[in-house]
């Protein structure tokens, strides 16, 4: 099963915090703030205004920043994924 | 009785959650918080804007996720529907 | 006394809810919520966008379901009505 | 002194709603729940949209009904008059 | 000194109250409620929409009633003056 | 350092109110709410609508009242400025 | 790694404040209110309006004073950054 999100809407993945303890064992996910950081895993095809449509700025693959609180909360297959209006990412995290 | 949206409204039948008991019983609708799944039973004519009919992106049979607290809960021939706006629909399911 | 609506609202006549006891007799109006079916009783000649008239979707005699806590009650030679715009009008109810 | 009301507004005056007792004396203005009805009095000259005038649909004299809340009450020469804006106007009472 | 508005504001003076005693001493300014009614002083050159100048309804020296609570009020030379936008004007009160 | 205000901002800087004893000495600032009185000090190049730049109605001189509770505050070198949209500007104080 | 914003996003980094005791010991960063200054470090490629895509007005390495509570803190490899629409942006700080 997979997501297509409507209109310029684009679904997120969370990325997991790694955290390491002096010894050097990582211990995902145990920060309790979660990351605002996120895989772009679908795009949707853009928002349509005065009849054109807008291209998206974000691909699949991207790194991405969004707003806190922007977003729905999806479950799918058991993986929890954020289905978001593109205008709620601040920016594309370049490595 | 059937129910033809206005606008770019749309008519789902929530999907009922089904879970399955460790000795393989299924039992539908015991999940205490409804899932946001739903499919789309009619779909109404688009919205018109600037006296132009903007077509739908969901079809009847679609089965979608849609925003939290949106829509209006609709009784009909003791079924209950939800009618909302499409810009309410996150994504489309694919299986 | 008629009722000739402004713009694009509409005169609606709630649907009396009629419910019938296990011996069957009929109970009109006991339903403690009131049901959101109303017949179209009046029709506006609808909103005029960038100069230009927006017919109506709705028609006297339909039978329509609409947003909860929508509309103004309103009382005439004591009967009530409810005035609306008909984009709370969610869909239209066909037998 | 009478009043000109500036754009889509209209002046309104209020209709005493007239009760009778039973032993058959006329009540003027005894009820506590004032009655959404008035009459026409004054009638602006319509709003200014996209450097165009777009005429009022009542005229003077109409007995409209009005939305609950809308519009300021102002006080000229000991009577009590509306202004309000015509959108707030829900129809026109037709005898 | 004077007061120059910007764009489509106006410069009101609230008129003074004058009550009449019984005995017709002219008390002026005692009422509690200040009335509704002003002299416009100074009229702005009007907004600017779509890159045209929409010209003023009032002109300086007529008697306006305004929205209650809309304006701020200014202090020069120890006079009190109101700004306002011409939107918040009801009416012209014709003598 | 100087502060160069992006769009139709302005920035003011607001004139101390002087008072003076009764002994004839001046007390400047300590009149205990601000005067809504400035001076111009700085003009942003005007805000650009529908791609064209909306020319600024006041200058860099100008003695101006501005709307409360409007703008931003802005320390800069220990002088404190305000920075406002010309919007929020009421009115030109002539002398 | 590095930030590239959205449509009229920008990247600011706060400067740190520096005060300094009367012995002459520079405190960086004592200062409890945050300053409002910062430096810029990405700019977005702008915005898009009908189509046209409208430049930015500040660059890389302008000092900006922006609005108390806007914008969005972002955590990228233990240093902060704040990211913000251009359009709260007040002023550009010239030395």
Do not use: C, H, N, W
């Amino acid at each position: 099963m997979k997501l297509r999100p409507l209109g310029d809407r684009v679904v997120l993945k969370q990325s997991v915090a790694e955290e390491t303890t002096k010894s050097g064992i990582v211990l995902p996910g145990q920060a309790k703030e979660k990351p605002q950081y996120a895989e772009v895993i679908e795009v949707g095809p853009g928002a349509v205004v005065d009849g054109k449509l807008v291209p998206m700025d974000v691909k699949v693959g991207d790194t991405v920043i969004y707003q806190k609180f922007a977003g729905s909360e999806v479950k799918l297959d058991d993986e929890e994924y954020i289905v978001i209006k593109q205008d709620s990412i601040l920016a594309i995290v370049e490595k």
